[in-house]
């Protein structure tokens, strides 16, 4: 039974190491903005804490059925307009084995009517009047991301430091 459990969880410990907390400013790219902000702070192993904020139009994709070996995965980019709230976003910090950050940022959000909508953030999704977020970047661990071939999406990859 362990083997299989072993195969079945992927797992590494780490601890929470320097918070950082950022402001985006009214007409900034927030997945970009983020990416920024991890770069100026060296951060690529970190998780983002808290996200609230309102947003001009919103970018984003959720799975769907596909005729691929994985038979799952993001479908077309879905658009929100207007003045959004976003009242939560989450995420992990990741990157790949170059090094390059790697953002996996979900969204929470209301429309002006109060309709509920959320799913994976994508560009193309701008400040409105600000995005206050608070990431925290995770040591002792490393938070990688790689393409499965099998399932044809990249998957989080946690190892030990």
Do not use: W
Request: with cysteine; hydrophobic share 40%; glycine share 14%.
């Amino acid at each position: 039974m362990e083997n299989m459990e072993n195969a079945l969880i992927h797992m590494a410990e780490g601890k929470l190491g320097r918070v950082v907390a950022i402001r985006l400013t009214p007409g900034v790219d927030v997945l970009l903005g983020l990416q920024e902000a991890c770069r100026r702070k060296g951060i690529n192993n970190g998780v983002i804490l808290s996200a609230i904020g309102s947003l001009n139009g919103v970018c984003y994709c959720n799975p769907v059925e596909l005729p691929t070996k994985a038979g799952y995965g993001y479908g077309e980019t879905l658009h929100l307009t207007g003045p959004i709230e976003l009242t939560n976003a989450s995420g992990i910090i990741c990157h790949d084995d170059e090094g390059n950050t790697n953002l996996h940022v979900h969204v929470s959000l209301s429309d002006r009517h109060g309709g509920a909508h959320g799913g994976h953030l994508v560009e193309g999704t701008k400040v409105l009047l600000t995005v206050d977020v608070i990431i925290a970047e995770i040591e002792g661990l490393v938070m990688g991301r790689k393409f499965d071939p099998e399932l044809e999406v990249p998957l989080f990859a946690p190892r030990q430091a």
